[in-house]
T-cell receptor, first 111, second 113 residues
Framework: GQQVMQIPQYQHVQEGEDFTTYCNSS?????IQWYKQRPGGHPVFLIQ?????EVKKQKRLTFQFGEAKKNSSLHITATQTTDVGTYFCAGANFGNEKLTFGTGTRLTIIP | DVKVTQSSRYLVKRTGEKVFLECVQDMDHENMFWYRQDPGLGLRLIYF???????EKGDIPEGYSVSREKKERFSLILESASTNQTSMYLCASSLSWGGNTIYFGEGSWLTVV
């Protein structure tokens, strides 16, 4: 079955440093979504990428979808304490739109 | 805003008990899901439903069953709870098929002792 791997599992950064999490699928995806889960909270949708090579930005967050539609990344510039949480990618296959979630990257910020 | 409500936030059950986790969504979504979340394993799909009375197994259905008698309600059932089912359970819904955005409930923390 489809597998979605995400690295790193944990990331500790100083406030103001950049952060990147990477997502890799074993199969070509129809689209990929990113979610954020704050400590003690539930995952909340951030963005969806559909096109090969697509890049989308949300303020300090930059999302990329690979040319082969098998990998994706989320980059946060100049992290802030509000960025703390676990970031999940979730991929959907063609013809089977069930989302498969990655294992998540837990981001902690050192003030 | 979409609201997905899970009936219980925290539960403690004994091994062998039958456990019901209830979930209701208020946006007339067709699809509903049950995930469990464990450290280092991410979110794993247990069951999902794309219509009333329809259900499909996810990646880890063993030990679980589901019921969807009404469009807005999706129940997860643990027929005989075991300690390895101690976990956080997340209910979710989405508008329709096609990789649509998933909206999650607050989660239910289940401890089986």
């Amino acid at each position: 079955g489809q597998q979605v791997m995400q690295i790193p599992q944990y990331q500790h950064v100083q406030e103001g440093e950049d952060f990147t999490t990477y997502c890799n699928s074993s199969t070509t995806l129809s689209n990929i979504q990113w979610y954020k889960q704050r400590p003690g909270g539930h995952p909340v949708f951030l963005i969806q990428l559909v096109k090969s090579g697509e890049v989308k930005k949300q303020k300090r967050l930059t999302f990329q979808f690979g040319e082969a539609k098998k990998n994706s990344s989320l980059h946060i510039t100049a992290t802030q304490t509000t960025d703390v949480g676990t970031y999940f990618c979730a991929g959907a296959n063609f013809g089977n739109e069930k989302l498969t979630f990655g294992t998540g990257t837990r981001l902690t910020i050192i003030p | 805003d979409v609201k997905v409500t899970q009936s219980s936030r925290y539960l403690v059950k004994r091994t062998g008990e039958k456990v019901f986790l209830e979930c209701v969504q208020d946006m007339d979504h067709e699809n509903m899901f049950w995930y469990r979340q464990d450290p280092g394993l991410g979110l794993r799909l247990i069951y999902f439903s794309y219509d009333v009375k329809m259900k499909e197994k996810g990646d880890i259905p063993e030990g679980y069953s589901v019921s969807r008698e009404k469009k807005e309600r999706f129940s997860l059932i643990l027929e005989s709870a075991s300690t390895n089912q101690t976990s956080m359970y997340l209910c979710a819904s989405s508008l329709s098929w096609g990789g649509n955005t998933i909206y999650f409930g607050e989660g239910s923390w289940l401890t089986v002792v």
